[in-house]
């Protein structure tokens, strides 16, 4: 994937550029407030990223339109607060939020990674993905993940296993729990039936019975299994109502437009204000306005709303399977054993239990052999997935500590770990290099394709040295890579002959006014072609 174009403008003022390479490219400035983050968080940010503009800036003020490569083809993405406009060849699709933005990526674009959220396999989002390959001017930390709230450090950990190919680890170890806990069952009814007479000293159901503290600590697990069912199921209706509610919305806008007919035998639609006979169709929040007076521009609308509506189908439909399985396990967990009256009776009915005791216990041990051979299988599974898991993180901390040494060759320390301790906050040059460390290991191990984005590459004084040593490991990988930075006055034109390095010069922009009338044309042009009306 590579970033090809990105247009920032409204009605009045606007930015453009269209030069971005294959490879390595740098945008320079003799100053700060040039316009270098804005244009780098309004790539993220029609990325579907959670936007960090500077506070000057008034960005959902402006229409964000950024071009990319994907496969050979451009793929052209706006943005204006939480609406999208994706235009793939000569197909569009409209969205109202990020949610429907990333479902419509992950079927049409690029299938995006799979992570284990509340219980649930959720889609990832994109605040999280670009984390992979994206590090902004502010809010980084080296001890945790940006943006922390609903997602966790172990989500992004959950998300680079995702991105390295490898199956959940924790469904895997609660495969082996499942099995453990039933051979720990039939263990105990096989003792139960061998020593009935010393049924009153065993942990098992028939126990429960004749135990009130054994009955409490019962009761307590089943409560705990049940909440914790109960919790996921709750989870998958309200999102499934949130899908619904949304494809309503959407099919009634699919009967409002299908029941346009502008053609009439006794005339046309006028509107009673204005006497036009034009006719528009506005996005959520009006965002986005169309002009549907052609049958061809009704007809693209028809098909972008059509291409939401089966999208929420095939998430409605996979939301309603997962709740019926959670309906099933919950029934099963609140299950009342039946513990036959014999079972409390041991002492009286032995011998007469006997025959039906051996009977039991022969199913007993075939029942158990069978989960054995489960158990072994379950184990090895789960034992290779975590080994993965491992390979992969150590794999990621060699890389990380491979670029560190080079380019901070003085230095005698090594990073253990993609997050540095809450007490171990990197700050300086050494944060600097921690973060590109990681973008770099990422890129390495991952071999992902998305662009390598760092804003202010050199923060915090990053010597010469260092820069040119991190640049040359840089130059190694095959993705195209984005970095910005500050000049000093004595590093005029620092990159404009380097080999290799497509610099960018921020210089001659306006300081803290890069969006201007000359850039108009260019994005009136890219808002065109992406059917907005620009208002």
């Known amino acids: 994937m590579k970033i090809k174009a990105i247009y920032i403008g409204n009605s009045e003022e606007a930015f453009a550029f269209e030069n971005f390479q294959t490879g390595l490219n740098i945008i320079s400035s003799d100053d700060n407030n040039k ?4 244009v780098i968080q309004s ?15 008034d960005y959902e003020n402006y229409f964000h339109i950024l071009y990319i490569e994907h496969n050979n083809e451009i793929i052209k993405i706006c943005r204006k607060s939480k609406n999208f406009i994706v235009k793939k060849g000569k197909e569009y699709a409209v969205f109202d939020n990020t949610a429907e933005f990333k479902r419509y990526w992950n079927k049409n674009i690029q299938t995006l990674p799979l992570i284990k959220k509340d219980n649930v396999w959720r889609i990832v989002d994109p605040e999280l993905l670009v984390q992979v390959f994206f590090v902004g001017q502010d809010k980084k930390t080296t001890s945790n993940i940006v943006n922390r709230g609903w997602y966790k450090k172990e989500d992004f950990y959950a998300l680079l296993y995702a991105l390295g190919g490898i199956g959940d680890s924790n469904a895997a170890i609660n495969d082996v729990e499942t099995v453990k806990k039933k051979i720990r069952e039939l263990k105990t009814e096989k003792g139960t039936l061998l020593k009935e007479n010393k049924i009153l000293y065993k942990h098992n159901a028939a126990f429960e019975y004749l135990s009130a503290t054994n009955d409490k600590i019962a009761l307590e697990n089943i409560l705990k299994e049940a909440e914790h069912i109960k919790e996921k199921l709750l989870s998958l209706k309200k999102e499934r109502a949130n899908a619904v509610s949304r494809r309503a919305k959407n099919e009634m806008a699919l009967k409002e437009l299908r029941s346009l007919n502008r053609t009439m035998k006794t005339g046309q639609i006028t509107c009673l204000d ?19 007076s052609t049958t061809t521009m009704r007809k693209q609308i028809l098909e972008s709303i059509q291409e939401k509506v089966d999208i929420y189908n095939e998430e409605i439909v996979r939301l309603t399977s997962e709740i019926n399985s959670c309906q099933k396990e919950f029934d099963s967990c609140l299950n009342t054993k039946d513990i036959p009256l014999e079972a409390l009776l041991v002492v009286r009915q032995e011998m007469e239990d006997a025959r039906d005791a051996d009977q039991r216990i022969s199913e007993i041990d075939a029942e158990l052999q069978e989960l054995s051979e489960q158990l072994e299988m379950k184990e090895a599974i789960s034992e290779d997935v975590s080994k993965k898991c491992e390979d992969l993180l150590a794999g990621i901390i060699k890389e990380m500590n491979e670029f560190y040494k080079f380019v901070d060759m003085a230095s005698v320390a090594e990073y253990d770990d993609i997050f540095t301790p809450k ?35 050199r923060a915090e004084d990053l010597s010469s040295a260092r820069e040119k040593r991190a640049l040359q490991m840089f130059e190694k990988i095959s993705n195209q890579i984005i970095f910005t930075t500050t000049l000093k006055n004595e590093e005029n034109n620092k990159y404009a002959n380097c080999e290799g390095i497509h610099n960018i010069d921020f210089s001659q922009h306006v300081t803290n006014k890069m969006l201007s009338t000359e850039y108009m044309s260019r994005f009136l042009e890219a808002a065109t072609d992406m059917l907005i009306t620009v208002k």
């Open 35 to 38: 316009g270098k983050t804005i």
């Open 43 to 57: 790539i993220v940010y029609c990325l579907g990223n959670i936007p960090v503009f500077p506070t000057a800036f």
């Open 274 to 292: 204005c006497g036009s006979n034009h006719i528009a169709y506005e996005s959520a929040d009006s965002e986005f306005s169309f002009d549907i």
């Open 423 to 457: 007490d171990k906050i990197y700050s300086g040059s050494e944060a600097t290099e921690f973060h590109l460390a990681r973008m770099y290991a990422f890129v390495k191990i991952l071999r992902h394709d998305y662009p390598i984005i760092v804003d202010s590459f």
